[in-house]
């Protein structure tokens, strides 16, 4: 599996001694790992603000559209290409000086879906975990299944798929999550959204009550009108669902001369990086 490592040029005084916090960065289905970089603008970011990157490219050996087999039942329960992105990660850990209580994983789409697993599975690895427009965990289990749980979510599953990981994983520390939408998916439905939000509640032993910020449309379209619930414990933000109007099936904010990009923001990049920044294992 090859992969690309951003490395900031202006590493920031305090990630001299503690290393970098790093950023695993997974494509959607039909997008190479440099596409997804340059179509994010993730390196932009991280530039500003002090992450190395890192980018896993799907082998087309595995599938001829690079998409992730996040529904596949093996993969959500820590297989299939989950060891191989997780050891890519290892050996970056190895090679270069990376703060390991600030490493985080994210995606689009299948990307996000597949972040979401290798999270799920390797929970002391990962601080916090970044989901754009991405499937709902634990259900699909066939490319048939997995186009339905996309157009329709998981139903009853949703839940049971959730309580299923605390069972198997009963010291499960949690698992910070930012969960990004837009309201007019028509490939992944905001029903994915709103069970992934669900099962992140159960994950996190969190009350369902949100602190909920209305954001207006920006001038001239620059901005597209948007909705943020936070959840937190105490007061530590631990989930925070962006719901994102007008918005098709794109990465907010990322350059649109790219396919699954959307011009418009907010930004989900620095989103992700800003939620990222409150995170990390101890």
Same mark, same amino acid.
């Given at each position: 599996?090859?992969?690309?490592?951003?490395?900031?040029?202006?590493? @920031?005084?305090?990630?001299?001694?503690?290393?970098? @916090?790093?950023?695993?960065?997974?494509?959607?289905?039909?997008?190479?790992?440099?596409?997804?970089?340059?179509?994010?603008?993730?390196n932009h970011w991280a530039e500003q603000m002090g992450?190395?990157?890192?980018?896993?490219?799907?082998?087309?050996?595995?599938?001829?559209?690079?998409?992730?087999?996040?529904?596949?039942?093996?993969?959500?329960?820590?297989?299939?290409?989950? *060891?191989?992105?997780?050891?890519?990660?290892?050996?970056? +850990?190895?090679?270069?000086?990376?703060?390991?209580?600030?490493?985080?994983?994210?995606?689009?789409?299948?990307?996000?879906?597949?972040?979401?697993?290798?999270?799920?599975?390797?929970?002391?690895?990962?601080?916090?975990?970044?989901?754009?427009?991405? *499937?709902?965990?634990?259900?699909?289990?066939?490319?048939?299944?997995? +186009?339905?749980?996309?157009?329709?979510?998981?139903?009853?599953?949703?839940?049971?798929?959730?309580?299923?990981?605390?069972?198997?994983? @009963?010291?499960?520390?949690?698992?910070?999550?930012?969960?990004?939408?837009?309201?007019?998916?028509?490939?992944?439905?905001?029903?994915?959204?709103?069970? +992934?939000?669900?099962? $992140?509640?159960?994950?996190?032993?969190?009350?369902?009550?949100?602190?909920?910020?209305?954001? @207006?449309?920006?001038?001239?379209?620059?901005?597209?009108? /948007?909705?943020? /619930?936070?959840?937190?414990?105490?007061?530590?933000?631990?989930?925070?669902?962006?719901?994102?109007?007008?918005?098709?099936?794109?990465? $907010?904010?990322?350059?649109? $001369?790219?396919?699954?990009?959307?011009?418009?923001?907010?930004?989900?990049?620095?989103?992700?990086?800003?939620?990222?920044?409150?995170?990390?294992?101890?």
């Amino acid at each position: 599996m090859s992969y690309w490592l951003y490395i900031p040029n202006n590493i @920031p005084e305090a990630a001299l001694s503690k290393g970098l @916090p790093l950023l695993v960065m997974l494509h959607g289905c039909q997008q190479t790992a440099t596409q997804f970089a340059q179509g994010t603008r993730m390196n932009h970011w991280a530039e500003q603000m002090g992450y190395a990157v890192l980018y896993p490219q799907q082998l087309v050996s595995t599938h001829a559209q690079r998409c992730w087999k996040w529904y596949d039942r093996a993969t959500q329960e820590g297989g299939g290409d989950v *060891p191989m992105i997780v050891g890519i990660v290892n050996k970056v +850990l190895t090679e270069y000086a990376v703060d390991r209580s600030r490493i985080y994983i994210a995606g689009i789409s299948a990307g996000a879906g597949m972040a979401n697993i290798v999270a799920l599975n390797h929970p002391r690895l990962f601080a916090a975990v970044g989901m754009h427009s991405g *499937p709902v965990f634990g259900a699909g289990h066939n490319t048939i299944g997995a +186009l339905g749980v996309m157009q329709h979510g998981a139903g009853p599953r949703a839940d049971l798929a959730a309580r299923e990981v605390l069972l198997r994983q @009963p010291q499960f520390p949690g698992m910070p999550a930012i969960l990004i939408q837009g309201q007019g998916d028509s490939v992944v439905r905001p029903i994915n959204q709103v069970q +992934l939000a669900r099962q $992140s509640l159960l994950l996190n032993g969190l009350a369902d009550a949100a602190k909920i910020t209305e954001k @207006p449309q920006g001038r001239g379209g620059s901005r597209n009108a /948007h909705r943020l /619930h936070d959840f937190y414990a105490g007061r530590k933000l631990l989930l925070r669902v962006a719901r994102i109007e007008q918005l098709e099936h794109a990465w $907010s904010g990322g350059d649109a $001369s790219l396919a699954y990009n959307a011009k418009a923001g907010p930004d989900a990049s620095k989103m992700m990086l800003d939620f990222f920044s409150r995170h990390q294992r101890i």
